[in-house]
């Protein structure tokens, strides 16, 4: 039987077969087992099958054919659809507590932290629905050369993702519901991690600038967790105070033969929404090719390490860690920690600008 030698290759590791064998099964009497289809979808995925129906192909008679042997789309899709996530949800936290065991999650330029990323996408949208969880919206669009309003159906997930590796390592993601924002359905995602992982888990959270949020930045610090997230107009107040701070010469200069790093460190900054400081590290990379620079501002809450490299393989919050190598515009970023003091009971933060040398100050990134 085909079905018989599909082996995962680390399973000496994980023991991956075993554990998908002991899900629970939400088919009776199938014609093909549980774990058969677990491993097309899982080795689909892995190989970037974009479909159900190429993963049919390939494995009645492509990449997957002798590991995993004939199934239709439908047998997939019918499989999934019974099948708990929960379970699916256990076996991801399983093995990335191995990966972390392991050694695999920490980094160089992370500084030996494990640094985890949130972020929302919409990964679906079409006139018909699909399924019964389908969010819906109206739009306007043009048909035959006329403009119409119709019910548009799509799906949106908030995915977190460990990020301090060489490669992304998935942790879980969450579909959106029916009337529920972003920022809260990342929240309720993030409630399950810290129950399954717990909360030292991960070292640092990073997301957008939808996620500097009062409320959820305070949700964030009850889980145990630790954040650095973009700062953008959505927090103008704090943006403003920042930029004020920042106006100055930066207080570190970083040369190289292709670009220049310009830093800027706030240890404290006013932010009147959460009625607390944070800590606010800003960049600016310019490249020696002429092109004009962009922008980019974000907040955090660790304490300033002595290291830092020029970027994360993640493009939010601006981790700097610098190596040279060509860089095809410049940046400007800020981030903003979150220090948990309440303002008032903290003086106002010294300029940017200060006389302090440049070498005895705190490096850009405070996260």
């Avoid at 936290?93 to 065991?101: D, I």
């Avoid at 629905?129 to 159906?153: M, S």
């Avoid at 973009?230 to 100055?248: H, I, M, S, V, W």
């Avoid at 490299?309 to 860690?321: E, G, K």
Wanted: hydrophobic content about 40%; some cysteine; glycine content about 6%.
């Amino acid at each position: 039987m085909l079905f018989a030698s599909t082996k995962l290759p680390h399973d000496k590791v994980f023991d991956f077969s075993r554990r998908v064998e002991q899900m629970p099964k939400g088919r009776q009497a199938p014609q093909h087992p549980w774990p058969k289809v677990f491993d097309a979808v899982f080795l689909g995925a892995a190989t970037q099958i974009p479909s159900l129906l190429q993963i049919e192909a390939e494995c009645r008679r492509g990449a997957l054919a002798k590991r995993i042997g004939p199934v239709s789309d439908d047998t997939i899709g019918y499989a999934l659809q019974r099948q708990s996530p929960e379970p699916v949800f256990t076996l991801t936290c399983e093995v990335a507590r191995r990966l972390k065991r392991n050694g695999v999650l920490r980094s160089d330029w992370s500084r030996g932290l494990v640094v985890a990323a949130v972020d929302g996408i919409e990964i679906c949208r079409s006139f018909l629905r699909c399924c019964n969880a389908c969010l819906q919206r109206e739009v306007q669009h043009k048909v035959r050369g006329e403009l119409r309003t119709d019910i548009q159906y799509y799906h949106r997930i908030v995915a977190a993702v460990i990020v301090s590796t060489p490669f992304p390592v998935p942790l879980g993601i969450r579909f959106q519901k029916q009337g529920e924002a972003e920022v809260p359905c990342a929240l309720a995602l993030w409630k399950d991690l810290v129950d399954q992982l717990g909360p030292r888990f991960v070292d640092l959270l990073v997301g957008d600038a939808i996620y500097l949020q009062a409320p959820f930045v305070k949700q964030v610090e009850r889980l145990g967790l630790d954040w650095a997230f973009t700062l953008k107009e959505n927090q103008p107040e704090l943006l403003r105070e920042a930029q004020r701070f920042t106006g100055g010469p930066p207080a570190t200069v970083q040369s190289g033969p292709k670009q220049e790093l310009r830093c800027w460190h706030l240890p404290q900054v006013d932010w009147p929404v959460a009625d607390r400081w944070v800590r606010v590290s800003k960049r600016f990379a310019s490249t020696t090719n002429g092109q004009s620079p962009s922008a980019r501002m974000a907040s955090s809450s660790r304490k300033a390490r002595p290291t830092w490299r020029w970027r994360a393989p993640t493009s939010t919050p601006p981790i700097l860690n610098w190596v040279p190598f060509p860089q095809p515009s410049s940046i400007n970023s800020a981030a903003a920690d979150g220090a948990s003091t309440r303002r008032s009971f903290r003086p106002s933060p010294p300029p940017a600008t200060s006389n302090i040398s440049p070498s005895t100050k705190a490096p850009p990134w405070s996260c």
